[in-house]
């Protein structure tokens, strides 16, 4: 255990509010009693208030109210810290070894009433990860440490057209997770532009001795949300389609990862949707279909007209 370990995990005990001897200390931590005195008194000499009591039922004690100090965590914040760590896991993220590290430590450095607080909040919490995706943790973790040392990566990357990979060259300006899956937003050397990638399609990925500059300021979630909602760049073209039906179909669709943000207005037993018409043509009818009859398009008519049209061309592929 290095030496700042050392002294945190006797700061950590002594914040048990119950007085310890240095000879406790030591069989604890299994060193010296020489070291415990030394770190001790380095302790003190840093500011911290140790309370040193002699005699027979002496030893050593935390002065009252300085647990409230940033540097140690209540029973609720251990507990939201693991929370979030068992989050950040099954999203895939890439420090996983650090992150098991500091729970650990989260552990380690509790006193036994803290830890019996912590594994009661713990049980019967559990997050499922998604079965069959990919892990893109080796990607990310690539990706992370080219955004802070400012070097450009090379990718291959699945675009999905004609079945062949393409080769990108990137300059990665951040990453984000949206929707269950990690992009990353940088810019495209090939396009000449800032682009998105999402991180489960890209098979194979390289560092390169290329450097760049991230733009001031730059907010990948921002270029994200206007990237995928269009209707920030074009308001002219939008065009209100509302739908009535049951409250809880409604809320659904309200919810929904792309009609969410283009709620116009909603009442109980109707919404209307602010959209682009080539969007309401084209993949809105899809997002529908999944609601049978319990919702139903009021307006546009031409909208009507375009959930009959996508429902024939389905009948007629699965007729032939």
Same mark, same amino acid.
């Given at each position: ?81 693991? =929370?979030?760590?068992?989050? *950040? /896991? ?8 650090? &992150?098991?590290?500091? $729970?650990?430590? %989260? ?119 206007? =990237?995928?909602?269009?209707? *920030? /760049? ?8 509302? &739908?009535?039906?049951? $409250?809880?179909? %409604? ?70």
């Amino acid at each position: 255990m290095s030496k700042i370990d050392s002294m945190l995990a006797i700061l950590w005990m002594l914040n048990s509010g119950r007085k310890m001897t240095a000879q406790q200390i030591s069989e604890r931590l299994e060193m010296n009693i020489r070291t415990v005195y030394r770190y001790i008194d380095t302790l003190s000499a840093s500011g911290v208030p140790i309370i040193s009591d002699a005699g027979h039922h002496g030893g050593y004690t935390l002065l009252h109210r300085f647990i409230e100090s940033p540097l140690l965590f209540h029973v609720d914040e251990q507990a939201a810290l693991l =929370h979030a760590a068992d989050f *950040a /896991e099954q999203a895939g993220y890439y420090g996983g070894k650090a &992150l098991d590290r500091a $729970a650990a430590k %989260l552990k380690q450095y509790s006193n036994p009433e803290q830890i019996t607080m912590i594994n009661q909040r713990l049980e019967g919490f559990e997050v499922i990860q998604t079965a069959g995706r990919p892990r893109v943790e080796p990607a990310l973790d690539l990706l992370a440490q080219s955004i802070v040392s400012k070097n450009a990566v090379l990718i291959e990357y699945d675009t999905r057209l004609q079945g062949k990979p393409r080769q990108r060259m990137l300059d990665p300006y951040g990453i984000l997770y949206w929707n269950h899956n990690w992009y990353v937003i940088g810019y495209c050397h090939f396009r000449e532009e800032i682009r998105s990638f999402r991180v489960d399609r890209i098979l194979n990925w390289t560092a390169t001795e290329h450097t760049f500059d991230r733009p001031p300021s730059f907010s990948a979630a921002d270029f994200f949300m206007n =990237h995928i909602l269009s209707s *920030a /760049e074009h308001p002219q073209s939008l065009k209100l389609l509302t &739908l009535t039906g049951q $409250a809880s179909s %409604l809320d659904h669709l309200c919810q929904h990862w792309f009609l969410g943000h283009h709620v116009k207005d909603r009442s109980p037993d109707t919404v209307t949707f602010e959209l682009q018409e080539t969007d309401m043509h084209n993949a809105v009818p899809y997002l529908f279909f999944p609601y049978g009859t319990s919702i139903q398009v009021v307006e546009p008519e031409r909208m009507k007209q375009r959930m009959l049209e996508v429902l024939q061309e389905m009948m007629n592929h699965y007729q032939a």
